[in-house]
């Protein structure tokens, strides 16, 4: 599917206004940080990565209002407005919906065709499902994510005894996100009754009850799931740290023993998983690449600069200035770390010191140990 099939404006609310009371923590979920980012930073950065995406309207609650404007200017989103939301999901996503038709706060935005409406707190949605879900909402008026149930749904009597269980092959889980035609969902909303506002929890029930659409639906990969309880943030820090952070690693050192080392690390780190590029790149040179491309605008990139040297002499003046450059390129969301390993022409003392310095780079990688930014490790 061609994202040049997107010819047509598309914008995004992403409603960010919970309390987050499954978490059982005081930080609304959405505002815990991985990586010293927020979650809902990582949420935006996938959509507006996306060219054909236009703008996105965060809805936030209204303590959050300020700390939020200032998350986009920190990781530099440049496609947000943020609303006030309300006290339920469907009034704030409403509140979202507003800002293309009317607006108590700057300008109205200009209407998209169709509008995704996806939950601040599921960060892993790929491009390619958000353009089945456009192009199916632009065909049938609405469109949603669903997933096989995991568990059969039972109903329960008002005394605590099964009533009846529904047959689970017929049954879905609706997921985010969701597309609508913005005539289709804005309209449904309008007309929304109190109760709906009060107690509703599906937005594609909205769209067929108050606008006579049924939604195209359309099954999601497992990535779309909610963060919803406290182990959901481990999941995703996981998911981000594991899977989703771009690491690299840089070996210098003016030695014919250079070459070699880096196919050992790079064969090392492979053979424990770990998709990492090793070069024999310039440290500044790598780096301007990195900050150039905006590579570690979304997951921090790692770069762990190994200095292999002759003796155990003293830091040098490159190993100092590789320290300093660190604590600039922070800012750029990239973690670089020196680690200095002592040359041995001793095959057994060699030996040790590379699988040491493997155990090392993985877990400067893995760890992203802030404090050991700008440090030099020894091997
Ligand atoms: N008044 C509300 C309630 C929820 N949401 C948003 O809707 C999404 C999905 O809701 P849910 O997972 O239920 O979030 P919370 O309401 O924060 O969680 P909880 O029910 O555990 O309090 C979240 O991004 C949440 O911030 C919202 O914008 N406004
Ligand atoms: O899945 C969804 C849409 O169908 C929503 O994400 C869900 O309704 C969120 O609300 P809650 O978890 O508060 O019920």
């Not at 989103?77 to 607006?103: C, D, N, P, Y």
């Not at 997921?175 to 309008?190: K, N």
């Not at 979304?298 to 100092?320: G, K, R, T």
Request: hydrophobic share 40%; charged share 20%.
């Amino acid at each position: 599917m061609e994202r040049d099939a997107v010819d047509f404006p598309v914008s995004v609310v992403l409603p960010a206004a919970g309390s987050g009371e499954r978490t059982g923590l005081s930080t609304p979920k959405q505002f815990c940080t991985f990586l010293n980012r927020p979650l809902i930073s990582f949420t935006i950065e996938t959509f507006e990565r996306i060219p054909w995406i236009e703008r996105i309207v965060v809805v936030v609650a209204k303590d959050s209002y300020d700390p939020m404007l200032h998350i986009i200017q920190q990781f530099h989103h440049a496609k947000v407005k943020v609303v006030e939301g309300g006290t339920t999901r469907h009034r704030s996503i409403f509140s979202g919906l507003q800002a293309f038709s009317e607006s108590s706060n700057g300008p109205v935005l200009p209407r998209p065709k169709v509008v995704i409406i996806h939950d601040a707190v599921r960060p892993f949605v790929d491009e390619e499902f958000l353009l089945k879900i456009t192009l199916a909402a632009k065909e049938h008026g609405a469109s949603g994510a669903i997933r096989p149930l995991v568990s059969t749904v039972i109903a329960t009597t008002s005394e605590g005894f099964l009533d009846h269980s529904l047959e689970r092959t017929k049954y879905r889980a609706s997921e985010m996100p969701q597309g609508f035609l913005y005539e289709v969902i804005y309209q449904a909303y309008q007309r929304c009754s109190e109760f709906d506002f009060e107690f509703g929890t599906e937005c594609l029930h909205l769209a067929l009850q108050y606008s006579g659409i049924n939604a195209k639906l359309i099954e999601g990969p497992p990535t779309l799931w909610k963060v919803t309880y406290k182990r959901d943030l481990a999941a995703a820090e996981s998911i981000i740290k594991e899977s989703l952070s771009l690491s690299a690693c840089l070996i210098s050192g003016a030695m014919a023993e250079t070459v070699e080392l880096s196919s050992r690390l790079q064969r090392n780190l492979e053979s424990h998983h770990m998709t990492t590029g090793v070069n024999l790149f310039e440290t500044e040179e790598m780096l301007k690449v990195f900050v150039e491309t905006k590579h570690a605008l979304l997951y921090p990139v790692v770069i762990v600069w190994v200095h292999v040297c002759m003796s155990d002499s003293a830091i040098d003046e490159e190993l100092n200035a590789v320290m300093e450059l660190s604590m600039k390129v922070k800012q750029e969301n990239i973690l670089l770390y020196g680690v200095q390993i002592i040359f041995s022409k001793v095959p057994e003392l060699w030996e040790r010191s590379v699988t040491r310095l493997t155990e090392i780079t993985e877990s400067l990688i893995r760890d992203r140990n802030p404090v050991l930014i700008g440090q030099m490790l020894r091997v």
